[in-house]
């Protein structure tokens, strides 16, 4: 179902069918639907600016495992009445009920948009090669404000050399740095398999986790340590992209074909990197399947004793999602 | 315990102990321990802009009913590894464990801060009386951009004829102009006993809602139905006041002497219009010991239900702060 059901553009609210997909600010970067989004806790490329679901997610309307109807579409922006029940099935994966309708708050656009592109070298940032770029979107009402910032911002930059070179892109040329953007993942696999993580680290970290990585994975490739097995795959890439203001780096292992153990070695040093940095082996893409037994990487046994206990409450027989989310109980 | 943990400055998160107490960007405003605060939801007057704690908040310590500690003090902005279990704690006034640390997130204070007061007759805001005044801070990094800005909106809310005028205050003035805002709900008492009701509705009814309840209770006054004892107290006064932009309203009943029958009454009348336009009995102040039996009136009997399997969840024995929050079972 993709009904609008109400949108009340004075208070900034839509009440929807969880089928629907909400446009971003560019019409072209969001193709998920919106029950989607909240049952795994999306967070995506201005979450810096506008912040978790958690937050916006006003109400939800959730048909739980018996079959009982939760209504809970609400409009106010302020309710303490009771549990926020609503939480708990931002990104539960559809494991405690399935999200049928949503109440969410939608930002207006802003009236000026600038995009900004910095680099740590001195040159055109697109026609050379750099270690690192950093985009960063202006939003507001004032574009001459805006710009002035921007100068400000990057004068401070250049001057304490924090960066080498910047430059400010608007309209058409913004949104194709954008689609450059979300290209990333899928330029990779032209160089072979990609496996891809998506961890979230103190910020301070995220240099360290790709470079350490690296080090670590072309050291057990030099030596052939990836698998007992002759045709274990050859390395090609470890890269690294993402939300640098959320502390969320997708870092990427690139080989030259797959292979199931190989691909465990990937994973548990990625997870313990994670771990042992206070970080989490999901920033914003869920557990689904595949990661459940990775969940004490980040939570600790007690906390994963909680979360079942709310499984058992609202879904004893286990139908819903059945093994998404949380491990087998030992 | 007081303890700050943590505080990092370049991803603006601070991990304390329950018993802190966060001054707010004035210094005068916020006198609460952070654990009360997000024990109770709390929303305060700059909810508006700097939004839920549902989406500040990173981490919660807990101990449960049973002694667990529940350690879940993360930093981390993104992670989606399994159930969200901080948020169910997040305003419920310690029914499902206490609170006793936490990571939140603490914004920059703005380089440049404005008021404004805006008022729909012409004149000095403060030297004449006027129907409606609305307050309005603005904060940011440009003191100049700002204070254009605010030019704008004031002379396009001028042109429109939605105020008769307004002033800029900054610094001191500002600052009385904030105390004298936090003290209204004192003021009240000069002139009676004050019943206080914080409820919740669409931004639309603020103005109605006061209106409204005006009327009832001098008809009810006027009429001598409030009661059927011969000392049913004379009511004074039916005042609104609040946060405009989130919809949260402060409705306050002064009447000449406290009666618990015309209380209910006006309990009831207040409750039933918030529950007919949508709204909720209990915007940022929480249920406590006095509003669970009124919790039908913000919440369906399938919300409540979910509640209890929490409660049930979580503190099967039911000894964490008894009485408080949800009705008791039928």
Known sequence: MNRIRNLDLDSNVLVCDAGCILQDLDNHLDHCHIGGNVSTNAGGIRYLRYGSLHGSVLGLEVVLADGTVLNNLSTLRKDSTGYDIKQIFIGAEGTLG???????????????????????????????????????????????????????????????????????????????????????????????????????????????????????????????????????????????FGHLGDGNLHLNVVVDRYNAETTHIFETSIFEYAAGHHGSISAEHGLGSIKPEFLHFSKSPEMVAAMHKIKHAFDPNGILNPYKVLPTEQ
């Open 98 to 240: 399935v999200v049928t309708g949503v109440s969410i708050v939608v930002p207006q656009k802003p009236k000026s948009m600038e995009f900004s592109l910095f680099s740590h070298s001195m040159a055109d940032p697109l026609s050379l090669e750099f270690d690192y770029y950093i985009l960063i979107e202006i939003g507001g009402s004032n574009s001459a404000h805006d710009e002035q910032k921007f100068e400000n911002l990057f004068n401070d930059l250049q001057d304490s050399g924090t960066i080498g070179d910047g430059i400010l892109l608007q309209g058409g040329k913004a949104e194709k740095m954008w689609h450059l953007r979300e290209s990333m993942i899928y330029s990779h696999n032209k160089f072979g398999q990609t496996l891809t993580f998506d961890i979230s680290i103190p910020v301070a970290y995220m240099e360290d986790a790709v470079l350490e990585m690296r080090r670590k994975f072309a050291d057990l490739e030099i030596n052939r340590r990836f698998s007992s097995s002759p045709d274990a795959p050859h390395l090609r890439y470890v890269t690294g």
